[in-house]
């Protein structure tokens, strides 16, 4: 008898392992695993709030253009957060390029700040400069995301013309479902 009952509990204790790893799996998979530091694939939370204001900053955009907030006013903007050590960014990026073009045809502009040492120079810029409108460069001090309040990657914001934060996310499903929405 106490052998069978060990047996049964052994059995649910694996499956329970079983599930909890799957779990993890589809985490890491999405964007909310360890490479986006601990951020929840949902989107549900984000640092970035309705009602935020466009924070001031001047930066270089990757083709050397100067860059300010005044860029982004007097139109419909989406901002992109991403990290050189976030697999889920890359794979957010075919999400930024369905939202960049629905956005250039209805005369908005896209902004993507990458974080990370090297990440002028890296792939992921590379990727992002073909599909946004402007990217900017940012080294470990991610000086542009504190500015946002980005502190996870990938997020997005989307500023309406005045400049004030009308929806944000973070991880590839809140693209997939701001997408979807839109």
């Known amino acids: 008898m106490g052998l ?14 079983l599930v909890v790893l799957r779990r993890w799996r589809e985490l890491e998979a999405t964007g909310g695993g360890a490479h986006s530091h601990g951020f929840p694939a949902s989107g549900a939370i984000s640092p970035i ?5 466009l924070p001031s900053f001047s930066a270089r955009a ?3 253009t100067a860059v300010t907030e005044r860029t982004l006013l007097g139109q419909e903007a ?3 957060f991403f990290s050189l050590t976030c697999k889920a960014c890359v794979d957010a990026v075919p999400f930024f390029t369905g939202h960049a073009e629905r956005l250039r045809a209805n005369g908005g502009t896209t902004l993507a700040i990458v974080h990370g040492d090297a990440a002028a ?4 810029a590379a ?3 073909d599909v946004m409108d402007i990217v900017i460069a940012e080294d470990s001090e991610a000086e542009l995301s504190k500015r946002y309040g980005a ?3 990938p997020s997005h914001a989307w ?6 934060v009308t929806g944000a996310g973070a991880g590839v499903v809140a693209l997939r479902t701001d997408l979807v929405a839109s």
């Open 127 to 129: 990727m992002l400069t």
């Open 4 to 17: 069978v009952l060990v047996g049964v509990i052994s059995a649910l204790n694996l499956a329970i392992l």
């Open 151 to 153: 502190k996870r990657y």
């Open 159 to 164: 500023y309406g013309p005045d400049g004030v």
């Open 62 to 64: 990757l083709d050397g």
């Open 121 to 124: 120079d890296s792939e992921l």
């Open 78 to 80: 989406l901002v992109g």
């Open 49 to 53: 709030r309705v009602g935020d204001r």
